[in-house]
């Protein structure tokens, strides 16, 4: 159990500082006493400042008493100084009192850091009760989300720790609150920090944390199993202590090495038993235990002998998990026996090499008997792992500044985690945006977004949104979805669900209007992409249509991408090549890879190769090689203009190509935009390329008379989708009429 607050410490409601920081120097090391001492005076100067309207219930107590007990639950833990002058200055930097960069100028950026996320972790707090929770479905499944939240966000060890002691002191003085307060704290505790110090393996604090919490949210249990008790849990401690001493002499003077361990069953873990295994008080036999540490095998036998030569042990209450180890490879001897004042008495009996498969393996007691039990959610669980990895490191090297490398190690999440205005969390895949939380929350709100905000400030629907963020959607009557979320590249919507849900809606619409929109959106895209040959009725057939309506129809209403319709649009242009004029004069060999080049050519092994200036290929299109004298093979649209002359008149100089797998250049494309003329249009331009890493290797500008401006750029483009998303961007900018690719 946690050490409760030495109370000689504490007169007339007023901390004796100089005790007080004589009483911690004796617990952990303090390198700057000067340093706590001015967080100590900070503190009380916020003394009698009122507290925050949210703890008004903790008006009789001072933020340098909080402080004391938080400060006494992280030197049992053996904290450092950082983290008890970081809990010592959190209240008034919570509370609005203290500046964070005033902690920076006067304590440093690591104090600052572990405040501020604590402060994150606070977050929590706002949440409504676990029985609160029904908007986004079952309160289970809500805590769980809050328990992931914490652990994502945490990104120092100590943070945790920090929060976890803060925690320790309200449900300590939530004692003389409201019973609806007492309420709040204890399901909030009992539910998120609870599970997660047991997830930590901190059981001083998971025990207090459960005791506290159950005696609020059950009281008439806890009060019954309190009287069965029949004493206190220092006197139940205090008969352990007797019986550990007792075992490890007798042990001992059998010449084994042991180690023993021993604990008084919390009220809590009593309550669930029972529960779970529909028993009576009498029948829990392991209210007190000790567990037995030996070096070999064949001392744990003979460790068990020996204790059972000292008290009965009661029948069918004996388990070898180590001649049948359970399916998760746990192994251990459990006996209960009827121990000193006749009083039950559980021993447990392994070796060390057992033990640390039970703590650390696969089979480990906060793995597998946790109440958060979360299924293989590997980001997770790796994340857990770490965080109690480094804990055991701390209490082996003893000296947390030596780990900041482990400290910051980096674990990739596989969910994100959000709040909703009213406190409710939300899980997201990563790289979702407000547009997939507004699908997430609900069809209707996703129907009917307009914009967003995160945290109180406006952003584009095109943000990603992170762990701990509150998103508000802004909705309107009359809005629906817009097409432009339907084109992954233009980034408003990043997940599957609220793609289906998009597309979905325009499905449902009427076929009319279906019909213009996706025509709409089809033949100008196929243009401005520089696909101007295309045989649309072809293009039908190919997509599996029996009319040209029914494409539109579908296009308009989402179910065919417009990818979907390019990819087949390029297939079309490569067919009408003849493959017999390709290949007529030349054998049919594998494909090789040109040195340099992202050109396989057909047949003809490693020749030069050079793009076409006239037409510009890049990798996506349908492309034809044409054999040059002198200059190798030079490389053409399927549907240049220039080419199609070629084949006229030199059809057995054509040869098959196709682009690589994986562009390794960059390729000249011209593009076409058309603007009404307006000051900073250039610079508008030019910046949208650059944040887009575009190269621009050549710009011309032309004024028409009609006030408006025609702009021919040369940029190097990666691949067709590349410079898909490139055109969406240029065509955002405002005054921008038209964008697309220029065929010369």
């Not at 529909?278 to 030996?294: H, P, T």
């Not at 997201?428 to 507004?438: C, G, I, M, N």
């Not at 494309?669 to 910046?687: F, T």
Request: net charge negative; glycine share 6%; charged share 25%.
């Amino acid at each position: 159990m946690v050490k409760v607050r030495d109370d000689h410490l504490i007169s007339d409601g007023q901390v004796n500082v100089d005790a007080w920081i004589h009483s911690l120097t004796e617990q952990v090391e303090i390198k700057d006493v000067d340093q706590l001492r001015q967080a100590c005076d900070i503190a009380q100067t916020f003394e009698s400042q009122a507290i925050a309207n949210h703890e008004q219930w903790n008006a009789d107590i001072s933020s340098l008493q909080i402080a004391t007990e938080m400060t006494q639950v992280l030197a049992e833990l053996h904290m450092d100084q950082a983290s008890i002058v970081a809990a010592i200055l959190y209240r008034p930097v919570r509370e609005g009192r203290l500046a964070l960069n005033h902690v920076v100028r006067q304590f440093g950026e690591e104090i600052a850091k572990l405040i501020d996320g604590v402060l994150k972790m606070a977050a929590i707090t706002q949440a409504q009760s676990a029985s609160k929770l029904k908007v986004l479905g079952q309160a289970e499944a809500q805590v769980e989300h809050m328990r992931k939240m914490l652990v994502a966000m945490i990104d120092d060890v100590r943070v945790p720790l920090i929060k976890l002691a803060e925690r320790t002191s309200v449900i300590r003085a939530v004692k003389n609150a409201s019973q609806e307060r007492r309420l709040k704290v204890a399901r909030e505790v009992f539910e998120i920090y609870a599970p997660l110090a047991h997830r930590l393996g901190i059981g001083q604090i998971k025990w207090e944390l459960e005791d506290l919490s159950f005696r609020y949210i059950e009281p008439d249990a806890y009060k019954k199993i309190a009287n069965l008790l029949d004493e206190k849990r220092l006197g139940r401690q205090q008969y352990i202590d007797s019986v550990v001493e007792t075992l490890k002499n007798a042990i001992e003077g059998a010449g084994i090495k042991c180690d023993i361990q021993g604990r008084a069953k919390h009220i809590y873990s009593i309550w669930r038993k029972m529960q779970r295994k529909n028993i009576d008080f009498s029948e829990v036999y392991d209210i007190r235990a000790v567990r037995i540490l030996v070096p070999e095998l064949k001392d744990c036998y003979a460790a068990l002998g020996i204790a059972h030569t000292f008290w009965r042990h009661i029948p069918h209450e004996f388990d070898d998990y180590i001649a049948n180890p359970k399916e998760n490879g746990y192994r251990s001897l459990h006996t209960a026996v009827i121990g000193p004042e006749g009083k039950v008495l559980e021993v447990q009996i392994r070796t060390f090499d057992m033990h640390d498969d039970a703590e650390l393996g696969v089979c480990a007691h906060w793995l597998y008997k946790g109440t958060d039990v979360s299924g293989k959610d590997n980001g997770y669980e790796e994340k857990i792992s770490w965080l109690r990895q480094v804990l055991e490191w701390h209490d082996e090297l003893g000296d947390i500044n030596d780990l900041m490398g482990s400290l910051r190690q980096d674990v990739t999440p596989d969910r994100i985690y959000v709040f909703t205005p009213d406190g409710h969390v939300v899980d997201l895949q990563p790289e979702s945006t407000p547009v997939d939380f507004a699908y997430r929350v609900h069809t209707e709100i996703g129907h009917r977004c307009r914009g967003a905000k995160v945290n109180g400030r406006i952003v584009p629907l095109t943000y990603k949104v992170k762990t701990g963020e509150q998103i508000e959607i802004l909705t309107s009557r009359d809005a629906r979805p817009s097409r432009d979320w339907m084109n992954p590249e233009n980034g408003y919507v990043n997940t599957t669900r609220a793609r289906a849900k998009v597309a979905s809606w325009f499905k449902n619409q009427a076929r009319d209007q279906n019909i213009l929109d996706g025509k709409e959106i089809l033949e100008p895209e196929l243009k401005r992409i520089g696909f101007h040959n295309i045989d649309i009725h072809q293009l039908t057939q190919d997509l599996n249509f029996k009319h040209l309506d029914d494409l539109y129809a579908a296009v308009g209403a989402g179910t065919v991408r417009i990818s979907q319709a390019i990819h087949h649009a390029q297939k079309q242009l490569q067919k009408e090549v003849d493959p017999d004029q390709q290949l007529s004069l030349l054998p049919t060999l594998p494909p090789k890879p040109i040195d340099g080049s992202d050109v396989y050519i057909h047949g003809v092994g490693k020749l030069l190769s050079t793009l076409a200036t006239c037409c510009h290929p890049v990798p996506g299109d349908p492309i034809v090689g044409f054999i040059t004298q002198g200059r190798g093979v030079s490389i053409h649209k399927a549907d240049c203009n220039n080419l199609l002359n070629l084949k006229q008149n030199q059809s057995s100089r054509i040869t098959e190509v196709n682009w690589g797998k994986t562009p390794e250049k960059l390729y000249p494309v011209d593009l076409m935009i058309k603007a009404y003329d307006r000051r900073g249009l250039l610079k508008d331009v030019s910046m949208t390329l650059a944040l887009e890493d575009i190269n621009i290797l050549s710009m011309n500008t032309l004024s028409q008379q009609d006030g408006t401006a025609d702009l021919l750029i040369t940029v190097e483009i990666d691949s067709l989708s590349h410079l898909g998303k490139v055109l969406n961007k240029l065509q955002q900018l405002p005054t921008v009429m038209d964008v697309r690719r220029h065929n010369q």
